[in-house]
Structure formats: structure tokens, C-alpha cells
């Protein structure tokens, strides 16, 4: 299982984080590839969809993301001798020997020479492909900053203050990424491009509430399309110059781009469902909602303490589990360090307060958080005391988007390091009458 470190206080702290390290063990990227893909001699199945493996001459394993490289390691496990070469990109630390596949690192969120560096690996990759060649590509969150190409004009440092201003601004991952889309060689469909006249099945772990493929990754094998939304204007008037003369011109012509099969092998709705089959199994009454989170962290924080102080009522003292899955924004003003799910936390901290018996956690199931190395954060009845004890308000922690260190004085934080998966973030609350 997954190890989770934090620190418990009380039983509901115990069981919600007993129930995110069963959903992180279910959700790992190895075992959602084994369960989406198998293989019968020279038979490929994804998703029951049949590939003939001995219409090609070489069958390629390729991909960018937090979870790449665990997912290539479980398809060298299915197609061993058959992979006749490979390139992933992975976040720092996460490089592994895969065998005939190449596994090279690069910077996340923000991408640095090493990300450019890994984009022009893929795209000279895919110079040497051929119509006899399979390219099998991994694709899961995190590639948009992992392999980068920029359009002409561009620098580095542009991208980086272009990704800057758009990681603080308060924007849902879809808006986000039909920007960096448009800035981009290996985006909006570049590697559909690069890689032809390869045939390519792209896997796909997505971060994205509603698994738009033109968002997972900035959709490297999904062309741009004429009605992707530009930034807001008071977005706009912040990038550099050289930014905004990108987006205010079409976006890239590719010409014919192949749209590949795309298989989405695990979401965030993956995710909810293990977490709510962990709360069963460890006697909880558990409540899913098919709504996903989304929007700002702190008011989606107060609804989801509303829905569990509702079920409390009507509980008649059972312990019960609420869980929402999904990804909320922060619109930064403060200096502060800290994610959108440790701010969610500290902004439930006097709901929780109120309800005895009851926590309240918020986690990535990546493992991180924001330019943190917490995964997130967990508050119970006690937190609002003892960080008030150890110097530290919990209005002036939101005030200045500095959770990190006000979880860190209420002994909050949630680690896991990395967790080779990537399905969005989980929120669960839980109500124990032990407590």
C-alpha cells in the first residue's frame, strides 16, 4: 500500500488517511495499465480493442507525465521482446531502468532546459518512425511542463513567466492549458505530426475534470481547434510581449494531423470509487458525489463540510465517509507557500472545529501539492488550537496563501512522496463517534 505519513489525531484522522493510502495502492499507474491492456501471442488489447502486433515491423513504448514511467514499466512487463526501443519523460526522481526504453527526467510545474531538452528528444524520435512502426505513448498529467517545444519566437523564459502568471491566476486546467497549447511545437497535436506515419495508441491517466483530451497533457496528439478560448484580458495584459503576439495570431498551422485512438485507463471518477470502496470495507457508510470538485479551493471547502455536517444529522451516529474528487484553483495574492489542497484544509478548519468527531482531508493523488512537497493537508477538531498555539492564524494563512506552514504548525501536512499515479485530487471527510 501506499505509505502515508501524517500525523493522527483521533480515529477519523486514522481512517481518512487509511482511506487515501487504499485508493492511492488501487489507483497506481501499473496496475490501471494491467487492467486496461493485455496481450494473447501477437494480439494487443486496450480496452478490448484488438491491434494485430505482427502488421508491424517495430513496436515502440513512448510517453510524458508524472505517471509515464510507471506506466511504461508495466508495459515492458506485457510486451517485453516485442518493444523494440522506447523514450518516457518523468518529474525529477523518477527515472528507473525500463529496459530497451529510455526514461529521462525533466522540471515540473514550470519547465526548464531540461524540459526543452526532453521535448526535442520526442520530436527527433519520431523522425525515425515509419508507417511499419506502433508507438504505444503513456500520456498522464504533468507532460505539459515535462516536454516542451516552443513555437518560434518564444524563449524559455517567456514560457516561464507565461506559466507563472498562469498557475497564480486562479484558472481552471482547461483554460490553462488552451494557452499553453498555442505556444507550443509539441502541443495541440505536435506529436500526432512528428510521429507520422507511425501508427500511435495513446494511454491516457487523466488529471482533468471531464477527460478533455485536448487538455490531458495540452494534448499533444489532439490538433488545435478554431473556438479554444483565449485568455482573459486581465490575464493577457500580464504575459510578455512576445506571449501575447502568439495568441493573438491564429494558432499554428500543422496542416493534416492524424487524430490517434486515444484510451482513457483511469480518472478521477477511478479514483473516488477506490476511496469509497476503502471507507466500506473499513465499515463506514460511504458517500460519493458525481459532481466534481472544481472552482476556488475555500468555497468548495465550505461546501463539502455543509454535505458532511447534513449527513452527520441524519446519521443517527453511524460513522460515515463523504469523498469528492476533481481539482480546485487558487487565485494567488499572497507570498505564502502552499497547494490547493492544503488551502482547502486550512479553509475548513473552523467548520471541522464545530463538529466533533469529524476530519477533514484534502490530498493530490500525485503525491504533491502545489510547488510543495506535501500531497496535501488533514485538519480535525484540534488543529485551529494547536496552531493558534504555535503562533500561527488560520485567517491571515489564507489571507496570504501560506497553508503550508500553518498545516505544519496544526501538524497537518500529508506526505507521500511520489506515488506513480496522477488522477487528480481526493477530498475525504469522515465522522467517527469515537472521536
Known sequence: MARVTAQAHGRASELALEIFGRALDAIRADRLVEQAVQRVGDELFIHGERIDLSGFRRVHVLGAGKAAPAMAAALLSILGPKIAGGLVVGPKGSARPLGPIEAIEACHPAPDESSLAAGERLLEYGSHLTEDDLVIFALSGGASALAEAPIEGLSLADLQAANDELLRSGLSIDAINAVRRRLSRIKAGGLALAFRPAAVAVLVLSDVVGNRLASIGSGPFVPPSANEPP?????????????????????????????????????????????????????????????????????????????????????????????????????????????????????????????????????????????????????????????????????????????????????????????????????????????
Open 231 to 435: 485568455p482573459p484580458f486581465e490575464l493577457f495584459s500580464r504575459l510578455p510581449e512576445s506571449v501575447r503576439l502568439a495568441l493573438a495570431g491564429p494558432p499554428l498551422a500543422l496542416g493534416p494531423v492524424p487524430t490517434p485512438s486515444h484510451y482513457v485507463i483511469g480518472s478521477v471518477s477511478v479514483a473516488v470509487h477506490a476511496a469509497l470502496d476503502a471507507a466500506r470495507d473499513l465499515g463506514l457508510s460511504p458517500y460519493g458525489y458525481a459532481d466534481p470538485m472544481r472552482g476556488e479551493a475555500r468555497a468548495m471547502a465550505r461546501t463539502i463540510c455543509s454535505q458532511l455536517q447534513k449527513h452527520i444529522a441524519a446519521a443517527l451516529n453511524e460513522p460515515l465517509c463523504v469523498v469528492f474528487g476533481g481539482e480546485t484553483v487558487v487565485t494567488v495574492r499572497g507570498k505564502g507557500r502552499g497547494g490547493r489542497c492544503q488551502e482547502m484544509a486550512v479553509a475548513a478548519a473552523p467548520r471541522v472545529a464545530k463538529m466533533p468527531g469529524t476530519c477533514f482531508l484534502a490530498a493530490g493523488t500525485d503525491g504533491r501539492d502545489g510547488p510543495t512537497g506535501a500531497a496535501g493537508g488533514i485538519v480535525d477538531l484540534g488543529s485551529l488550537q494547536r496552531a493558534k498555539q504555535a503562533g500561527q492564524d488560520q485567517r491571515a494563512a489564507l489571507a496570504g496563501n501560506d497553508s503550508y506552514r500553518w498545516l505544519e504548525a496544526a501538524g497537518g501536512l500529508v506526505f507521500t512522496g511520489p506515488t506513480d499515479t496522477n488522477l487528480n485530487d481526493l477530498t475525504i471527510a469522515v465522522y467517527h463517534h469515537r472521536d
